[in-house]
């Protein structure tokens, strides 16, 4: 049903002055029609766990299951985990981009971290057709930091609500290269069955065109599958 590309294509990239690591893979199912499939008969929501800019709808487990399987291998290599940790999926859907700019909430007109955690990941499948916004991958100016680790996460909040109380709140607009305070340092095209697979905690953001993105339509919208997961020690 959900078969993983023998011959996609592998890439490892290495992301801003921190060199983190990521993977993005091109072709990665040998067939998209029956996740868009599923897509289109699901029940999407609007997520209010989460500052997500749309609407979600749970991913199908044997598609999640699927490709978690054929990733596995190349997740260990991404993060190189100890021996005695384990992968934990933590939390699956598919998305869709739905809020205009002139609603955005302040916290979503920034770039963001997932979690403060080196062994949590984000896994972004870009499954509609074109043309449509990619992902951005960002710097704050004033600490230098790409990444948020668990250390350094309150002195970065604090910095950055002082920044923004300096300037009367967060700018209008979804996150972009004219974002106050923040460098855009990286950018990844959305591509048809590309997948993107980075550690969570670095900054981040879906890089929004309004004009292609923002539906709640399947068949039209920014439609992604998102999984995040995490590798913990073993009970």
């Known amino acids: 049903m959900y078969a993983f590309n023998p011959q996609a294509q592998v890439h490892w990239l290495e992301l801003g002055q921190s060199r983190s690591r990521a993977l993005l893979i091109d072709d990665a199912l040998t067939d998209l029609s029956q996740i868009r499939q599923d897509a289109v008969s699901a029940a999407f929501c609007q997520d209010k766990r989460s500052y997500y800019p749309g609407v979600r709808a749970e991913l199908p ?29 933590q939390q699956w859907y598919l998305s869709l981009l739905t809020t205009p700019a002139a609603q955005l909430l302040p916290l979503q007109r920034l770039p963001h971290f997932d979690q403060a955690e080196p062994l949590h990941l984000a896994i972004l499948h870009y499954l509609a057709d074109g043309p449509h916004g990619g992902t951005g991958f960002f710097r704050h100016d004033a600490s230098g930091l790409e990444k948020i680790m668990p250390a350094q996460q309150q002195a970065y909040f604090a910095q950055l609500q ?14 972009s290269a004219n974002t106050p305070h923040f460098t ?28 292609t993105d923002l539906s709640a339509d399947p068949l039209h919208g920014r439609l992604t599958a998102n999984l995040f997961v995490q590798f913990q020690p073993k009970r």
């Open 162 to 175: 002082q920044q923004l109380a300096a300037q009367g709140g967060a700018a209008a607009g979804f996150p």
């Open 184 to 211: 855009l340092y990286q950018q990844l095209a959305y591509k048809p069955n590309r997948l993107l697979i980075y550690p969570g905690h670095l900054l981040h953001s879906a890089l929004v065109e309004p004009d």
């Open 61 to 89: 487990q044997a598609y999640a299951r699927s490709l978690l399987e054929a990733l596995y291998p190349l997740l260990l290599q991404l993060v190189l985990p100890p021996p005695d940790y384990r992968l934990i999926p």
